[in-house]
């Protein structure tokens, strides 16, 4: 059974950067592409970046130039750093596993609020 | 990259069918195969419906099924059930990138 699970601060300086964690057990992190997806309170779904594990990454257009996504390959798990960070940032993150061109596992996503 | 286009609403009695719209443009939607679709009950994790267009992932009811034409693809739900009030959100493939739909809210009445 696949699982992810997303870890990190669930409170976040204005201008700062947001720096979640995602572990994935049941499944090799080299298996497949990765994605994070966000939601802010009250709006729709959103999609962050993915990741190969090759390390080789794409990222919304909207966000590209304040998202950095990495792999752990020895962790089986993967990264997401957004930076200068507004309350525009404040949502639910998720981190999901792509399948096919969709998503098929989802983790249980972390409450990320931008405040200081 | 402009948030696909969804109603706000749709709602059906119990039994009967329900088909939401999501317009994209052509360099999404139409120019590819890969829309997929997505239930999501608030408070939980939003659930992977239908993927490339028309497919079902295995445990999606048959009652779900999708299609496309030219820019727009749609989700129907057949035979409508108390427990699938939820918001749905189409996504769609365009080239190295996803985009999601602006979501509808699906009332059973």
């Known amino acids: 059974q696949v699982q992810l699970q997303e870890s990190g601060p669930g409170l976040v300086n204005p201008s700062g950067t947001l720096s979640l964690t995602c572990a994935v057990s049941?499944?090799?992190?080299?298996?497949?592409?990765w994605s994070w997806v966000r939601q802010p309170p009250g709006e729709g779904l959103e999609w962050i970046g993915q990741l190969h594990h090759s390390g080789s990454t794409n990222s919304n257009p909207s966000l590209k130039s304040r998202v950095t996504i990495s792999v752990d390959r020895s962790k089986n798990q993967f990264s997401l750093m957004l930076t200068s960070v507004t309350a525009a940032d404040t949502a639910v993150y998720y981190c999901?596993?792509?399948?096919?061109?969709?998503?098929?596992?989802w983790g249980q996503g972390t409450m990320v609020t931008v405040s200081s | 990259q402009s948030a696909l286009t969804q109603p706000r609403s749709a709602s059906g009695s119990p039994g009967q069918s329900v088909t939401i719209s999501c317009t994209g443009t052509s360099s999404d939607v139409g120019g590819y195969n890969y829309v997929s679709w997505f239930q999501h009950h608030p408070g939980k994790v939003p659930k992977l419906m239908i993927f490339d267009v028309s497919n079902r992932p295995s445990g999606v009811p048959d009652r779900f099924s999708g299609s496309k034409s030219g820019n727009t693809a749609s989700l129907t739900i057949s035979g409508l059930q108390a427990e699938d009030e939820a918001d749905y959100y189409c996504?769609?493939?365009?080239?190295?990138?996803?985009?999601f739909g602006t979501g509808t809210k699906v009332t059973v009445l």
């Open positions: 049941g499944d090799s992190i080299s298996s497949n592409w």
């Open positions: 996504c769609s493939y365009a080239d190295n990138s996803y985009v």
């Open positions: 999901v596993r792509n399948w096919y061109f969709a998503f098929d596992i």
